[in-house]
């Protein structure tokens, strides 16, 4: 059977780095960037099954099918201001089909990237004098990175903050660039937690939901629209808390302000 036109290696990789061996940020070209997207967007990118995986990788459970295209969905880190070359930040994961053959691309390797951009999670329909809280683990931080690359994010009078909760302090990805944005805007704060930290580690230790059960961080419902994205268990236990303080769950039916991305 031939391969579907739309599966086509269509994008390819011109830089990456690599934060640690289990987190990377990839910079990929797709031959026809999209026309336009929203911060907080995702794009599906993916590699046939005949792509290589590194040696001493996990066998996979069910071997990927060589000619089939493996997919997965990421969330844009990119400005939208420039679409022709978008980032992506993620977790390798060794068992994974698609992430335990993307560790092993090189700049200049071929892959597939989805013609069309996707999602709700973005600061559409927010009022421009609300404030903005955008709590994140792990690499949920893409999407609000993004966001706050992009002009239209940082309207006049709008305070805006993000909480980045990590297991080790090597895994803050995008530190430098959040402190010095914090640094040259009084309206903009960085706090970041982690939760293995080692001896030398002098930052807060913790998971983000302290910052706001013990009230370091104070919420207003009527101003502040709070994001959450990434561990599952953090997302469901701030959508509890949050939702007992008086937050409302935004739908495209009935608008909230408190907006949530459940990734996996």
Not at 77 to 105: M, W
Request: some cysteine; overall charge negative; hydrophobic content about 35%.
């Amino acid at each position: 059977m031939s391969e579907r036109k739309s599966d086509t290696l269509n994008a390819t990789l011109v830089e990456r780095k690599e934060l640690t061996p289990e987190l990377l940020q990839l910079f990929i070209r797709p031959d026809a960037p999209p026309a336009k997207f929203i911060p907080g967007q995702y794009v599906a990118i993916g590699l046939p099954g005949s792509a290589p995986r590194p040696p001493g990788f996990p066998e996979e459970e069910i071997p990927a099918e060589p000619g089939k295209m493996i997919k997965l969905a990421y969330s844009i880190g990119s400005s939208p201001d420039d679409p022709s070359v978008l980032e992506f930040y993620l977790a390798v994961l060794p068992q994974g089909a698609l992430t335990s053959r993307i560790v092993s691309l090189k700049p200049g390797d071929r892959l597939f990237m989805a013609p069309k951009v996707t999602g709700t999670f973005t600061l559409e329909g927010v009022p421009e004098d609300h404030n903005l809280m955008l709590v994140s683990t792990g690499t949920g931080i893409a999407p609000y990175i993004s966001m706050l690359r992009s002009k239209n994010t940082w309207t006049p009078g709008r305070k805006i903050s993000i909480v980045h909760g990590v297991r080790y302090e090597s895994d803050l990805a995008y530190k430098e660039e959040l402190s010095e944005l914090a640094n040259s805007h009084s309206s903009f704060s960085y706090y970041n937690i982690v939760s293995r930290p080692g001896a030398e580690w002098r930052g807060e230790k913790g998971y983000v939901q302290r910052y706001f059960q013990e009230e370091r961080i104070l919420l207003d419902p009527g101003r502040d629209h709070v994001y959450l994205c990434g561990n599952p268990g953090m997302i469901d236990q701030m959508e509890e808390w949050l939702l007992s303080k008086g937050y409302k769950e935004h739908s495209r039916k009935q608008p909230g302000n408190l907006h949530l991305e459940r990734y996996w």
